[in-house]
């Protein structure tokens, strides 16, 4: 046994003396050293109950080891103060202990490093497989999803289409094309999608070639359709229903929806459509019909400032844009000839003192104005009509009559008129009072005598045989007619030839040239016959109200119903500013005065 060092401190705490070559990584005994090897330094209790190791001074007991705890906080072995076997024993134990732990710490540790040396290993395994799969071919990941965008672009590009939304309501189509009636709206709807196909193509970037039109119109039908007769630009609102049905059976994507009475409905469904499709990709374009309204402003405001929906967006211009409209940054469209640059005027001209305005043409609405019902004159027609009253003398002074078969002969088909130029009904006035000419009637028979003009034409003028009767100031009066609404209507599309029927006979017809574009060949029954003279009267005949042929089949002064609201109440007709019967033609005095027989022009 080895005693304690003379100057050592028996109060300090002194490891034990192991040396270096005994002790593993973490610094505890290896299991290889003896226990009386590595314990010999031990020696017993001295008086003062101090422990003296070989080597090291003597340190007291009660501060190495206090319950098995150092001074310090590190664990140590309880020991019995007394140094017996017991306590070396129990020291022993613990030591073992704590070396299985270290043991199987040790072999936990190794363990899991040959399991992530094994991870690492593998990883640098597919690591290089991934770059030898990439220098020779392209991913599979990099192939799935090139052919994933190649579908995607597909399935975008494919049904690509434009929207036409227009308020039917404030954007109407021209007259021309609404007093054609159904086939006005197939016209109509024709000419709006040819034009929207060609501006797409030489303004839009980056337009597919095949795409769509698309066309939805909003209207009050009923509503419309009153007010257009109301302001003469029909003469019956069944025109109107004809010309929205013509329009959306012109294909399946145009429709002309009728939204009903109520008050900014037709807005309300613009904007519905307008947001739900703005920012739909496969919507390429918006034309957005809305010039006349300024409501729409509030809409559009929206994404005045956005330009990707700036490009979106073209506004149509019908008539002038409200000032608000105008201000915003949209590019705009004007569909040229295809809407009316005029709001619709319910208070039309006085058809007295107006210049004279455009014929009314109506072919498929069969109204007077249709052209091809009023054959062409092949003699030159002076600016002064022949039915003006400047060509008519005055109340009782007489002019030689010429003969039936004359110059006044008219020409006997109506197909002539595309042989030869159509010259108009009626003339402007070249000059003098306004109104034409009935100002200077008035002042050339302010001197003559009153005549009652209540007093009826006695029973002897009445004719039975070919006669003109003629009002007192010398123009021709036709004689009544009734009038069955449907079966009229029926024969005007029935497109017959009146001259061949009732007539002196068509003459392209006789002649078999074919010129004729009307039908000849069917057999009229005789209600037919009457009621296809109501269909020529509606007609202008050529010569007006000045008219010496017998057997003239057509109108000399409007048959139409009188106008009973705006300016024209009482003289206009319903067709208002659009008829094409001359001013004059209007509101005549229709008592007859006069009857001539063949045998007193003779």
């Keep these: 046994m080895l005693a304690p060092s003379a100057d050592s401190d028996p109060d300090l705490d002194i490891p034990l003396n192991f040396s270096m070559a005994s002790l593993d990584p973490i610094g505890t005994p290896r299991r290889s050293g003896s226990l009386a090897s590595s314990m010999n330094g031990l020696s017993a209790t001295n008086s003062n109950g101090n422990v003296h190791l070989a080597g090291l001074g003597g340190v007291s007991g009660s501060r190495f080891f206090s319950n098995g705890v150092r001074s310090n906080g590190v664990a140590t072995p309880p020991i019995e103060n007394n140094g017996s076997a017991a306590g070396l024993y129990q020291r022993f134990e613990w030591l073992k202990d704590k070396e299985s732990t270290k043991d199987k710490l040790t072999e936990e540790i190794l363990a899991r490093y040959a399991f992530l040396e094994g991870k690492h290993d593998e990883l640098l395994r597919q690591l290089e497989e991934e770059r030898s799969n990439r220098s020779t071919q392209p991913s599979n990941n990099e192939e799935m999803y090139r052919s994933y965008m190649h579908r995607m672009t597909e399935m975008l590009n494919r049904e690509a289409f434009m929207l036409i939304l227009i308020d039917g309501d404030g954007m109407v189509f021209n007259n021309v094309l609404l007093r054609l009636g159904e086939k006005g709206g197939q016209e109509a709807a024709k000419q709006l999608r040819n034009t929207v196909h060609e501006w797409a193509k030489t303004t839009l970037k980056d337009c597919p070639s095949d795409f769509k039109v698309v066309a939805r119109i909003y209207a009050n039908v009923n509503g419309l359709a009153e007010t257009c007769r109301r302001a003469g630009l029909v003469s019956s609102p069944e025109i109107i229903t004809d010309f929205v049905r013509g329009f959306t059976n012109s294909g399946d994507l145009f429709n002309f929806i009728d939204v009903g009475p109520s008050k900014d409905r037709a807005d309300f469904k613009m904007n519905a459509e307008f947001k739900l499709h703005i920012w739909n990709y496969q919507c390429r374009h918006i034309l957005f019909g809305c010039s006349h309204d300024n409501g729409f402003a509030r809409l559009l405001e929206g994404y005045a400032f956005d330009d990707e929906a700036r490009s979106r967006v073209t506004l149509l211009e019908g008539v002038k844009f409200e000032k608000e409209l105008a201000k915003l940054p949209f590019n705009k469209k004007k569909l040229d ?45 002076p600016d002064t009509p022949l039915y003006s009253p400047k060509t008519l003398p005055p109340p009782g002074i007489t002019t030689p009559a010429p003969s039936v078969r004359g110059d006044l002969t008219r020409t006997n088909s109506i197909a002539s008129s595309t042989a030869v130029s159509d010259t108009p009904a009626v003339a402007a006035p070249t000059g003098g009072t306004r109104g034409g000419g009935w100002a200077n009637v008035a002042r050339a028979s302010a001197g003559l005598p009153l005549q009652d003009l209540t007093k009826k034409p006695s029973d002897a003028k009445i004719a039975t045989g070919p006669v003109i009767r003629q009002n007192k100031d010398g123009y021709r009066v036709d004689a009544h007619m009734e009038y069955h609404h449907d079966r009229v209507y029926e024969l005007k599309k029935m497109k017959y030839c009146n001259q061949h029927y009732i007539g002196r006979g068509c003459c392209h017809w006789n002649s078999g040239n074919g010129n004729c574009p009307h039908k000849h060949d069917t057999k009229l029954s005789k209600d037919d016959l009457k009621w296809l003279r109501v269909v020529a009267r509606e007609t202008v005949c050529k010569k007006g109200a000045s008219c010496l042929e017998f057997d003239c089949i057509y109108g000399h002064h409007c048959p139409y119903p009188k106008m009973t609201e705006g300016s024209l109440r009482g003289i206009g007709c319903i067709n208002g500013e659009s008829c094409r019967f001359a001013k004059e033609m209007h509101g005549m005095d229709t008592t007859v005065a006069t009857i001539l027989r063949p045998e007193d022009l003779e």
């Design 337 to 381: 000839g295809l809407f009316r640059e005029s709001k619709i005027n319910l208070t039309p001209p006085d058809l007295l003192t107006d210049l004279p305005r455009d014929r009314h043409d109506s072919k498929n609405s069969f109204n007077p104005a249709s052209g091809v019902f009023t054959p062409a004159s092949r003699t030159p027609v």
